[in-house]
């Protein structure tokens, strides 16, 4: 009985996977979980969660208010990119970090 309810649950549950830039909402795919690849789904994140392509110096890092609008981590070959929101990186999976004048200046405005 209790592979039945197992079965269930994850037939029913939605799933997410990273597709480059940003997360699509999947269909469950065993190798995908296996992986660590495959999510479970999370309405914001699908909405909000993007990777920015090549931001520089004129991109708006930072709020009216001051605050955060950008999250950065290092990437497997240790390039920094750059997101929407915070999170974890989701092809290394460790957290992002807040961006801050002195990376912009390091690594935006060369």
Not at 67 to 92: A, M, Q
Not at 97 to 102: A, F, G, L, V
Request: charged share 30%; glycine share 8%; net charge neutral.
């Amino acid at each position: 009985m209790f592979g039945i309810v197992a079965t269930i649950s994850i037939n029913s549950q939605r799933w997410m996977v990273w597709k480059g830039d940003h997360y699509e909402e999947v269909e469950f795919d065993e190798e995908q979980l296996r992986i660590g690849a495959l999510k479970v789904y999370k309405e914001e994140r699908i909405e909000r969660f993007k990777k920015l392509k090549n931001p520089d110096c004129t991109y708006d890092f930072f709020n009216e208010d001051g605050s955060v609008r950008v999250w950065y981590g290092k990437n497997n070959d240790g390039n920094l990119d750059c997101f929407t929101d915070i999170g974890l990186h989701p092809e290394i999976g460790k957290t992002l970090k807040p961006m801050t004048p002195y990376m912009i200046k390091k690594y935006m405005c060369r």
